[in-house]
């Protein structure tokens, strides 16, 4: 039996129109979730408030040491990938904390902020086949 995937974000307007939903493949529908654990913060979500990341909690962290900081998001990561992503397996989640400059072209100010750049991979449990996911996101909201 060949499973459906839905996309995201999901519809709502076209389902209680009863209109078709755009589906996805599989391999899509994994790297759709991973993104959705790790831009949901920790108590985000009422249904469970265990589903998601700490990356959120650790936005305006200036005191934690890089090193520390990076294996718990890490950690965070890997626990709510095995938790919530079963389709996966061999999961393995680096991270890379770097400062960046960012210059406002406006209003004439930089500001600094940690960029993280998040990297996952696995295997789907169904087909044997490696998932390669990546992003990266812009937390700590220093400007000077």
């Known amino acids: 039996m060949q499973l459906e995937y839905y996309a995201l974000p999901l519809s709502?307007?076209?389902?209680?129109n009863m209109q078709e939903h755009p589906r996805t493949t599989l391999q899509q529908s994994v790297l759709q979730h991973l993104h959705l654990l790790t831009t949901t913060a920790l108590g985000e979500f009422p249904a469970d408030p265990n589903f998601g990341s700490n990356i959120w909690d650790h936005d305006f962290?200036?005191?934690t040491s890089a090193h520390k900081l990076k294996e718990l998001i890490r950690q965070s990561l890997l626990g709510a990938i095995q938790q919530y992503e079963k389709?996966?397996?061999n999961i393995r989640?680096?991270?890379?904390i770097i400062q960046e400059e960012l210059m406002e072209r406006r209003q004439g100010f930089s500001r600094v902020k940690k960029k993280i750049d998040i990297s996952v991979t696995g295997i789907l449990q169904s087909t044997n086949e490696r998932i390669n996911f990546k992003?990266?996101?812009?937390?700590?909201p220093l400007s000077y």
Not at 12 to 16: E, F, G, P, S, T
Not at 93 to 96: C, D, G, P, S
């Open 12 to 16: 709502l307007d076209r389902i209680m």
């Open 61 to 63: 962290d200036n005191v």
């Open 87 to 89: 389709r996966l397996s």
């Open 93 to 96: 989640v680096e991270l890379m």
């Open 135 to 140: 992003d990266s996101f812009f937390v700590g």
